[in-house]
């Protein structure tokens, strides 16, 4: 039986959640809300900016009620409408005759907020509208720890509300006459019958002086708002909502505003990450190689330089995160604990290249590849056992450094935990593909290197063979890591799914893969679970114990589809459009691992982020490995050969896409046959779906 606190006990703070939050976003402004539009101090609610909460309440009375909410809509990435009833005006009668529409629209530096009225009633309205407004400040450490600051005094304006520290300066500004106090703006409003009002609140926020970590507003586009596409509706809402919630999440670096990146998420996540940032510019790589090399340029400026315990830093590394100052778990504000940002940010460069990136581009980023190249090849090996490996030595960082980072992703079937120097499945896969992507690039821009690196790949495959193997009841796979005494940790995991179309693995090693992850402990019906359900840690609610990341399952719809796997890929593709519905085709960071087959529903992970980068950009993806789009610029030849297993897909066009800086579109009929058109002077192989 539940207990409740006595009176006078201290409640421990919890993370928020966010599952039944509005969001609407247009970086690095994110506004967070109820479902009905009320603003409300505590929990993750407010309007977030630079990871700071700079204004933590904005709430509508009527009367002093607040409006019974009926509906609201995410119109875009950076606009949502709210309508609720106010059921003490208007007609007597069950029918409500007054409603409140609030329409919400953000901006980078803050947003307008239209209130308006409207009356069916056939009498006269007298109320007195009122906004409760707050500002607290909080760090959006302490907001995540669900310690929210002290509400601030506001200074009145004119027309408005000022609150301000050294640092910021928040103002709110209404139109339509409004009564000003320090924390609350009202109206009289007076509406004769079958008559409207509006009035507007508008919030700016500014920095005196952005400190190191604060990134600034994309200037420009390097992606579109939508793409030009017919097909399954479900379908077209998901891609479209995905590549607007990518174009919002747009961030640029101070240091050469023209070049842009994708933040990793809100609302934690509003910033610069090497491995989020990095995915969701590779899966954008059809709409174009803007967002890439402005990721590739941003991340090689900060590369590491020196050897640095305590940040994880040394030469040749990319970063795993940049904050405006110490986050909540106390990581250093630019932090390098990634295992496998560094042989992903290769892995970019290299995909970009074979999407037409211009050559002068990839000339400017050889330093920088030549670094992390020779970062992944020496230092991250630290054992000297052919594998890359991590181990927090600081005592202060992560203790897991793969995507899947938290204290207890990686674990042994019996549930017990690993200790020592971690090497990470994936993260060899990834080396892999790097070293030979690398040692391309260096042979065709004539740089030395290049036999060195390929020879080192291959002693890697032959090690991973070797060592990494494993199997239980259903099948043969890879472990999901050595532990410090190099033991498979041989738990059935989504990991293996990375490995897919990197080189790595010869086509039996695929097969069995295939076939294992295909397997109804790991594919649940609604994508691939992080964790198989047979071992004694899954959680379908643990963050990586069994929980589905779109992202996750989308890198290996795409490495099964580009291996020859396509049944088992639109059966996990096919498990995500299942999901979509659910959280308004708006993909979150995770949701839970429920089973599709036995009739379990979509559930929420209550603290997943929405949007975020790389689920918000899966979409392209997952279209990509549909249509079995293969480019390769560099040889002069574009390949599409779509997979009769994504039929439910068809009859599918797109357009907008982009190769070689030209137009590129992709239709398939019904029964399979492919039409390509594109200006790039590319040779293009068209195949029929099959």
């Not at 033991?487 to 790595?504: D, Q, V």
Request: net charge negative; proline share 7%; with cysteine.
């Amino acid at each position: 039986m539940a207990t409740h606190p006595t009176p006078g006990t201290v409640v421990p703070a919890h993370q928020p959640y966010l599952h039944d939050l509005a969001v609407v976003v247009a970086a690095p402004t994110a506004v967070l809300s109820g479902m009905d539009g009320q603003i409300r101090a505590g929990g993750a609610q407010g309007v977030l900016s630079g990871d700071r909460r700079v204004l933590s309440e904005l709430r509508v009375e009527i009367d002093g009620i607040e409006p019974y909410p009926v509906g609201h809509a995410l119109i875009g990435a950076d606009e949502a409408r709210f309508v609720a009833i106010l059921r003490d005006l208007g007609d007597k009668g069950l029918d409500p005759t007054v409603r409140l529409e609030r329409t919400r629209h953000v901006r980078p530096s803050g947003l307008s907020e239209r209130l308006r009225i409207d009356s069916s009633a056939r009498v006269p309205i007298r109320a007195t509208l009122s906004v409760a407004l707050s500002a607290d400040f909080a760090g959006i450490g302490e907001v995540k720890a669900g310690r929210g600051g002290a509400a601030m005094r506001g200074a009145t304006t004119p027309d408005g509300i000022c609150w301000a520290d050294d640092e910021t300066t928040v103002e709110v500004h209404a139109s339509g006459g409004a009564v000003v106090s320090a924390d609350r703006l009202s109206w009289q409003v007076d509406i004769a019958a079958h008559e409207a009002w509006e009035a507007t609140i508008d919030v700016t926020a500014t920095e005196a002086l952005a400190p190191p970590g604060t990134f600034v507003a994309a200037p420009g586009a390097a992606l579109p708002d939508h793409v030009a596409m017919v097909g399954p509706p479900a379908l077209v809402e998901l891609v479209n909502r995905g590549v607007r919630d990518v174009r919002a999440l747009a961030l640029a670096d101070p240091q050469v505003t023209s070049d842009t990146f994708i933040a990793a998420g809100v609302p934690w996540f509003l910033t610069l990450f090497g491995r989020d940032s990095l995915w969701a510019a590779r899966f954008s790589l059809p709409l174009g190689t803007d967002l890439a090399v402005g990721t590739l340029r941003t991340l090689g400026r900060r590369q590491g330089r020196r050897n640095d315990p305590e940040t994880g830093e040394a030469p040749g590394k990319i970063l795993h995160e940049v904050r405006r100052g110490a986050s909540r778990t106390g990581l250093p504000p630019t932090y390098f604990g990634s295992i496998d940002a560094t042989a992903l940010w290769v892995c970019l460069l290299y995909d970009a290249w074979r999407w037409g990136l211009s050559g002068d581009d990839v000339i400017g980023l050889l330093d920088p590849l030549e670094a992390a190249l020779g970062w992944m090849t020496t230092a991250a090996d630290a054992d000297g056992d052919g594998f890359l490996e991590y181990l927090d030595t600081s005592g202060r960082g992560l203790a897991n450094q793969g995507w899947k980072d938290s204290g207890d992703s990686i674990q042994f079937p019996d549930g017990s935990l690993p200790t020592g120097a971690i090497a990470l499945v994936e993260a060899q896969g990834y080396a892999y593909h790097a070293a030979i992507g690398g040692a391309r690039m260096l042979e065709s821009f004539g740089r030395p290197g290049a036999d060195r690196l390929r020879q080192w790949a291959l002693e890697l495959r032959e090690r991973f063979r070797q060592t990494f193997w494993v199997s239980d009841a259903r099948g043969r796979f890879p472990a999901i890591a050595l532990d410090g005494s190099k033991r498979p940790i041989g738990t059935a995991t989504s990991n293996p799914g990375h490995l897919l179309a990197t080189g790595i693995l010869d086509p039996d090693e695929i097969a069995s893969i295939a076939a294992r992850l295909s397997e109804p402990d790991l594919d649940g019906g609604y994508g691939l679970r992080t964790m198989s359900s047979d071992v004694a840690g899954f959680n379908p609610l643990g963050y990586h114990t069994g929980s589905v990341w779109p992202h996750d399952t989308t890198i290996a719809v795409g490495g099964l589809a580009a291996t020859g796997h396509a049944r088992v890929a639109a059966s996990l593709a096919g498990g995500l459009m299942r999901a979509a519905p659910t959280f308004m085709h708006r993909l979150p960071e995770l949701f839970a691992g429920t089973d599709a087959r036995a009739g379990d529903p979509v559930l929420a992970y209550p603290a997943a982020c929405r949007p975020i980068a790389w689920a918000a950009a899966a979409p392209i993806a997952l279209l990509q490995a549909a249509l079995g789009i293969d480019p390769d610029v560099p040889a002069g030849r574009l390949r599409v050969a779509p997979h009769a297993a994504f039929s439910a897909w068809f009859p599918l066009r797109i357009g907008g896409l982009r190769i070689a800086g030209q137009h590129l579109s992709v239709a398939v009929s019904t029964d399979g046959r492919t039409t390509v058109e594109t200006d790039a002077p590319i040779a293009v192989e068209a195949g029929d779906a099959s």
